[in-house]
């Protein structure tokens, strides 16, 4: 019987590209300070520019007014010839400024640009301080005198402004956009070149994190850092002592396993030797079970620094792994009973794999003796579970029992660590068995996930194809 695979979880549709769009300044430090100097620059242009216009609107008609005056005098005069305006000099004032001139009178009517309003220049600015239809009016009469002249033959001529002079110039505000963007461009390179030192500290603590001490953070200019190379430095420091504590604890380790040998088995020699009669053999066949748990606690610590080292080695072999998985199995029924009725389901035609056998077995024992101390009262035994998934291989091994707490399953594999504070014998070993199944998964370059079947737990080791 093989039962069906597990479904891929259900995940969530990707967000729409607007949504990302927005999240990116929140989720990066150099576009929000790009965004950040890009604001503070347009309102202080905008502040400038309110607090020149307001200045400047305060006194600029007073202050213009007479400049103005002499100037419209000096325009009528040019093209006026003995009290009389003369066309041909308009037409030549209109060629070289950019103004309009309309001449009305009882002997000449001409516009120099009758497609244009006749408002121009004659059109008074307004102010919010100038409040009343009459002020306005007012003023629209003394700003049209201002612009009008009136000559010695009863002509009015009145002057104004070639507003299409104005819009000769289209493409000014392409030009600016661009200057802007490429402005902006450049601002954003500049601080992302400035805040290249956090992109090497994050993938630095994601190193050391990782237990891979051995090379550090760089920092740029060293021998007169900034900021961000000091912070480099400090986490430079900072992991070279993480790697100097777990070295010192894991000679430690070392050492108490290996010195713990030699009495281990002396004590084990002691005991053999003991009397085998009904009066001692309770406390030698006690005493034989103690030494035994400690001398597999301790071949199983020796086993983790050995994996856990940065240069673990694999002994691969082709194996016929539903056949060792039997052996580990009959192995199992020596001790434990129970193994008998684990439910073995193996893939058809499974293929041999180059494992490291020595390992996988380690890995297959301690699955199974999970599951038979979490599943032991269960109405149902383990099972075991050999698949291929693709290239990869699977080992899954599901008890019936209560299972684990959510929050705990993520610390399952994680070493001397057991859900119930009280660290019973009865309910579970030292800590060690799921810790070495992921550094045994892991050595094949693989992984080991855990999570609750409800009921019991489903613990899953993935091995990668060739």
């Known amino acids: ?76 005069a040019e093209i006026t010839v003995d009290g009389h305006p003369d066309l041909d000099r308009a037409r030549a004032l209109v060629r070289q400024l950019p103004v309009t001139v309309d001449i009305l009178g009882p002997d000449l009517n001409w516009r120099s640009h009758p497609e244009q309003s006749t408002d121009g220049l004659r059109r008074r600015p307004r102010h919010a301080d100038e409040d009343g239809d009459e002020d306005h009016e007012e003023e629209d009469r003394r700003w049209r005198s201002l612009l009008e002249r009136r000559t010695a033959d009863g002509h009015v001529i009145r002057f104004g402004l070639n507003e299409a002079a104005l819009e000769r110039r289209p493409h000014m505000l392409g030009y600016t956009l661009v200057i802007l963007l490429t402005l902006t461009l450049l601002a954003y390179l500049y601080v992302r070149r400035l805040l290249r030192p956090l992109d090497d500290i994050r993938r630095g603590a994601q190193r050391f994190g990782a237990g891979e001490f051995g090379t550090p953070i760089p920092v740029r200019h060293p021998e007169k850092p900034d900021e961000l190379g000091q912070l480099a430095q ?157 290239s990869d291989l699977l080992f899954e091994v599901r008890d019936h029992g209560p299972g684990v707490p959510e929050d705990h399953l993520a610390q399952l594999s994680q070493p001397f660590f057991r859900p119930d504070a009280a660290r019973s014998r009865g309910t579970g070993g030292v800590g060690l068995g799921l810790y070495l199944c992921r550094l045994v998964a892991q050595a094949h370059g693989g992984s080991l996930t855990v999570r609750n079947a409800q009921p019991g737990l489903r613990v899953t080791a993935r091995l990668p194809g060739p």
């Open 1 to 76: 019987m093989i039962p069906t695979p597990l479904s891929p979880p259900v995940t969530a549709p990707a967000p729409r590209w607007y949504c990302r769009l927005w999240r990116l300044p929140r989720s990066s430090l150099k576009l929000r300070l790009v965004v950040l100097f890009l604001v503070l620059a347009l309102a202080v242009v905008l502040t400038f520019i309110r607090g020149a216009q307001e200045a400047f609107t305060l006194g600029w008609r007073d202050t213009a007014r007479p400049l103005l005056t002499d100037y419209i005098d000096r325009l009528a």
């Open 234 to 390: 400090t986490i430079n420091t900072m992991g070279q002592d993480i790697a100097r504590m777990l070295e010192a604890q894991r000679a430690l380790l070392l050492a108490i396993s290996h010195e713990l040998r030699s009495p281990l088995t002396r004590a084990r020699l002691h005991t053999e030797l003991l009397p085998d009669n009904d009066e001692v053999r309770p406390q030698r066949a006690a005493l034989l079970r103690d030494l035994g748990e400690m001398a597999r606690l301790i071949s199983d610590l020796l086993e983790s620094e050995r994996l856990a080292g940065r240069h673990a080695t694999l002994h691969l072999e082709n194996t016929d792994l539903v056949a060792l998985a039997r052996e580990v199995l009959a192995d199992l029924a020596t001790t434990q009973p129970l193994a008998l009725n684990i439910k073995l389901h193996a893939q058809e035609a499974l293929a041999p794999r180059a494992v490291d056998r020595v390992r996988l077995r380690l890995l297959l024992r301690n699955l199974l003796d999970n599951a038979l101390r979490h599943g032991a009262q269960a109405p149902q035994p383990p099972e075991l579970r050999i698949a291929e998934e693709g």
